[in-house]
């Protein structure tokens, strides 16, 4: 088996991103009950971090750092599909 550490994750509308930088992948239904994460993604919009990558109403937001930037991506994809992407093993050569 050949691991290579640059792996990515497909987000939706042909954005990736790599799958190191992801700090946690959130259901938009089950967590935006919660008030610190509606005031989380209302200050990262404000701030301009939040990246939307689906022309319909969001069913996950991923949390990602890199080089000390925190960015919100607002995916069409359900946090279940995502969470199956990148815990899926590596592909075989």
Not at 43 to 55: D, L, N, P
Not at 59 to 81: A, K
């Amino acid at each position: 088996m050949i691991w290579c550490s640059d792996m990515f994750l497909y987000l939706g509308q042909n954005v990736v991103v790599p799958q190191k930088t992801v700090i946690g992948i959130f259901d938009m239904d089950n967590t935006t009950g919660s008030r610190a994460t509606r005031e989380f993604l209302k200050e990262a919009e404000k701030a301009g971090r939040v990246i939307s990558v689906t022309g319909e109403l969001p069913n996950s937001f991923v949390v990602c750092e890199e080089h000390g930037d925190t960015s919100v991506y607002l995916s069409q994809l359900s946090s279940n599909t995502l969470l199956k992407r990148i815990s899926a093993p590596p592909f075989d050569s």
